[in-house]
């Protein structure tokens, strides 16, 4: 598969800051991406060096193969672009805001097909486009980029956390129109810090810490890195045959049912195990992204004084 | 209470390097003009000669005051407290609008509404705050101009007379305030209004009867229109006469009254200029970085280019007054001839060309305004949206810089276009229209210098472009307009592009300083342009 994104121990220093510290991204092409990690770890810095906005400090870092700093014109012609901040001008409408983007971006060479795509578009976001910049809400900023960004068809969509001042309904419309844009066959970077939504529309997500890539796979793979929680009715297991259970985790007994974690790939070695105690009542958690997300952010937020409760 | 105090003391906080900086910056003109002007014109003969070339002459004394005779201290009023108080003027109407529009533009003042404080209160807050920084300053140049070895009660009255001049404006400020939308519109209505103020009063010194010995004046009534005209009604060192003071304090009392009756009426964050509903789809010319940053600075430019044309308009009406001025009185040329650095055109021209490095000025400050607005798009975010599209950052910068060219041309234009038709108007010699012309050109390469320098700023220390900005116009207006009078030495004087525009006077004009400027106009762009084709988009 052919890769769109791919950064290679990409370093960004802001004076003393160093704000990307070897970082490793690889996106293939139709996939959706997800890109995870804490406040400040270094996504938006990510992302403005793929758009040609920041410049590396050291490493490599191309889309579509070629140099974002240097190429960044003639890239932009393919990516859509929301930021995590939407600033607009404080005397255009929204209207006039998604016009000039999309005439920027040449998108509105044939004009019935941009109309017909607009208009669809600020339908399905309910937005207003009359309303001058200042006056719209921060959710309402963000609709201006997303239908400014899908308004335009694009190979590579880069978002930094769209949804962030959406409101439910609003991220399900989202969530539909990357389906759409997924369907079409554009690739897409996501950062974000809703998981849910990660599950939902990630194939493969990276996971970044302090600048540095921790994790970096399909979510069948990292599941196969987290626990998975088992638990069944206490009733007539003794300790001894709970001694048996092979790579168990955190065995508590607790108002009458055993829990116990147990690495997502030795599950198969497990089961044949509780089977032979014939327990009642067996409940089997898969791994939530929510655990791997904790167990990464969690040395920060323990650091803080914050217990990682989902271990 | 306790609410306005905390108010009053983040306010302080928020302002004390910036109103130090103000204070101490006009105390210490004060201080300069006084010693400079003991020294450059020690003897009363001397003063008593300027003082009657002056008064032949009416745009000396638009730039300065009302001659009050050749007293030593007098003549020191005459030169500088119209400077002064333009300047407290500026100092109050920035500060009302920054504790107020620009706080409700930034959703801090939402904050504070939310806040036991109300609304009221931060208002209240702002005008105690500005009332004291005003009086702290009037104490400063009082004892300035006391330090000066000027007399003490005269420095005294000066020092009100350049507060209650703050005071007026900051009760003209904060109404400004609630009728604009944006904190930059607030600031140019009220900073405007300085500068009407300023021209208000010039044209009353200009306009204004000689007495019998020929070093005093009365202005002509069009002062009693202008708070700094009330502040030099005070007659500081020779009538000392504080009744015209309550004016001031009449104006912005009037000015309070309207401001709570309007803010009785207004959701924080609205403006009393409602908003119309904007268009669902841009016009067909959005279409590109030039025409979105003409459509963002169009107010700005067309703002600054009312001040050309009004400033136009009083060069064309006053050349026909020099004219009559000068044949009544031949020394008036050589006055003229020595304000404007050699040259030997005949009066009139050199008075437009006077009158038009003010245009000049305005010029230069439209140009460094709309460097400064591409500043504001990348720190606000909007130039990221323009940026990654398929716009190349060179044009996007390129843009900023064509349309800084265009609004100094538009700015001199409208200037020469008033001047030449006001003195076609009153009845003037054909030849001011060519005069006109020729003095607007001459004013191109020093706001061009600002141009390339400002976008050069931009490029390599982006976090200084908007407060150097403003300060490079500033030291350029003082070391080129006041250098001279207050001794400053030459080569200081030099550093300012004004000193160097070239004084169209005919056959004999000497452009040779407007090339080099252009050049180096030219050189500062082209190394920016280079330069920006390596620099990172810096929002902070
Ligand atoms: N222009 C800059 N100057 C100095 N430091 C910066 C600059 N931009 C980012 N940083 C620093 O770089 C680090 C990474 O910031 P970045 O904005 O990329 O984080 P992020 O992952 O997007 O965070 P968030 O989830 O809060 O959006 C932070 O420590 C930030 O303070
Ligand atoms: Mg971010």
């Known amino acids: 598969m052919d890769t769109v994104i791919k950064t290679r121990n990409l370093v960004k220093r802001f004076g003393r800051v160093q704000a990307l510290d070897g970082l490793d991204l690889k996106v293939s092409a139709g996939e959706v991406h997800g890109f995870l990690g804490p406040n400040g770890s270094g996504k938006s810095t990510t992302i403005r060096v793929l758009l040609g906005l920041a410049r590396s400090s050291s490493g490599s870092a191309a889309v579509f193969g070629q140099d974002p700093w240097n190429d960044a014109v003639e890239l932009h012609r393919r990516i859509g672009y929301v930021p995590g901040d939407v600033n607009l001008w404080p005397n255009l409408s929204g209207g006039e805001a998604i016009d000039l983007i999309s005439r920027l971006r040449g998108g509105t060479a044939d004009k019935a097909y941009y109309a017909a795509r607009k208009s669809r578009l600020t339908e399905v976001f309910q937005f207003d486009p009359t309303k001058k910049g200042r006056t719209y809400s921060k959710g ?8 400014a960004a899908f308004a335009t068809p694009a190979e590579l969509y880069i978002l930094d956390e769209p949804t ?24 897409v970077l996501l950062s974000s810090h809703i998981l849910s939504e990660v599950e939902q529309l990630c194939s493969r997500v990276t996971i970044i810490r302090a600048g540095r890539t921790v994790e970096s796979g399909s979510l069948a793979e990292l599941r196969h890195l987290t626990r998975t929680e088992i638990s069944f009715a206490a009733e007539g297991i003794s300790q001894e045959q709970l001694a048996h259970i092979p790579a168990s985790h955190d ?61 | 209470m306790s609410t306005l105090s905390v108010l009053l003391r983040q306010r302080a906080r928020r302002d004390r390097w910036q109103l130090t900086i103000w204070i101490a910056g006009i105390g210490l003109l004060a201080v300069v003009s006084a010693s400079a002007v003991a020294q450059t014109y020690g003897d009363y003969a001397g003063r008593e000669n300027i003082l009657r070339l002056a008064i032949a002459n009416p745009s000396i004394l638009m730039l300065r005051g009302t001659p009050q005779g050749g007293r030593l201290d007098a003549f020191v009023f005459f030169e500088i407290f119209t400077f002064l108080a333009l300047l407290a003027g500026f100092m109050s109407t920035f500060l009302a609008v920054r504790h107020s529009r620009a706080e409700e533009e930034s959703g801090r003042a939402e904050m504070i509404a939310a806040t036991p404080a109300a609304r009221t209160t931060p208002t209240v807050a702002t005008l105690i705050h500005g009332f004291l920084a005003n009086v702290v300053l009037g104490g400063v140049v009082a004892l300035a101009f006391t330090a000066g070895r000027l007399d003490a009660y005269g420095s005294v009255v000066t020092g009100a007379a350049v507060a209650a001049t703050g005071v007026c404006f900051l009760g003209v400020g904060l109404p400004a305030a609630q009728f604009m939308r944006t904190s930059r519109g607030a600031n140019a209505v009220a900073a405007g209004a300085v500068g009407l103020a300023y021209v208000v009063r010039g044209l009353g010194d200009a306009l204004g009867r000689p007495g019998a010995d020929g070093i005093h004046l009365t202005p002509a009534w069009t002062s009693w229109l202008s708070p700094i005209g009330w502040g030099q009604q005070t007659g500081a060192y020779a009538s000392n006469n504080l009744t015209p003071l309550l004016l001031s304090a009449a104006l912005a009392a009037v000015c309070l009254v309207a401001l709570f009756l309007l803010q009785a009426h207004r959701d924080s964050g609205a403006s009393l200029l409602a908003g119309r509903a904007g268009r669902v789809n841009a016009r067909g010319d959005l279409s590109g970085p030039l025409t979105l940053a003409w459509r963002l600075q169009l107010p700005t430019i067309i703002g600054w280019c009312i001040g050309g044309a009004a400033t136009g308009l009083l060069a064309g009406t006053l050349s026909k007054l020099a004219e009559q001025a000068a044949s009544a009185d031949p020394t008036v040329t050589k006055v003229l001839r020595d304000m404007d650095q050699g040259g030997g055109g005949s009066v009139d021209q050199l008075l437009i060309s006077v009158m038009f490095s003010l245009v000049g000025v305005l010029a230069a400050a439209c140009s460094t305004q709309t460097v400064i607005r591409m500043r504001q798009e990348e720190t606000a975010g909007t130039a990221e949206l323009i940026l990654t599209a398929p716009v190349d950052r060179t044009r996007w910068f390129g843009d900023y810089l064509l349309l800084g060219t265009a609004a100094i041309v538009l700015v001199l234009f409208s200037g020469a276009v008033v001047s030449s038709l006001s003195a076609l108007a009153v009845g003037g010699d054909p030849a001011r229209v060519g005069d006109s012309f020729a003095a607007a050109v001459a004013q191109l390469p020093a706001a061009l210098v600002y141009l390339g320098v400002l976008a050069l700023l931009f490029v390599l220390l982006p976090g200084l472009t908007i407060s150097l900005g403003w300060t490079l116009v500033g030291i350029g207006v003082f070391l080129g307009f006041f250098g001279a009078l207050l ?9 300012s592009p004004f000193t160097h525009t070239p004084v169209p006077v005919g056959g004999s004009t000497d452009w040779s300083d407007g090339a080099w400027m252009l050049v180096i106009a030219l050189a500062a762009a082209a190394v920016a342009v280079a330069v920006m084709r390596q620099r990172e988009l810096k929002p902070n």
């Open chain 2, 487 to 495: 001794g400053v030495p030459e080569w200081a004087r030099n550093l």
């Open chain 1, 164 to 187: 962030s001042g959406l409101d439910p309904i609003m991220e399900a419309v989202f969530n539909q129109e990357i389906a759409h844009a997924a369907a079409a066959g554009s690739t």
């Open chain 1, 251 to 311: 065995l508590t007994v607790a108002a009458g049912r055993v829990r116990f974690s147990v690495g997502s790939d030795k599950i198969n070695a497990v089961l044949p195990v509780l089977a032979t105690l014939d327990v009642q009542g067996l409940t089997v958690n898969p791994p939530s992204l929510e655990e791997l997300f904790l167990r990464h952010y969690g040395e920060e937020l323990a650091a803080d004084g914050v217990k990682a409760t989902a271990r």
């Open chain 1, 140 to 147: 309402n900023r963000q609709k201006v980029a997303l239908i």
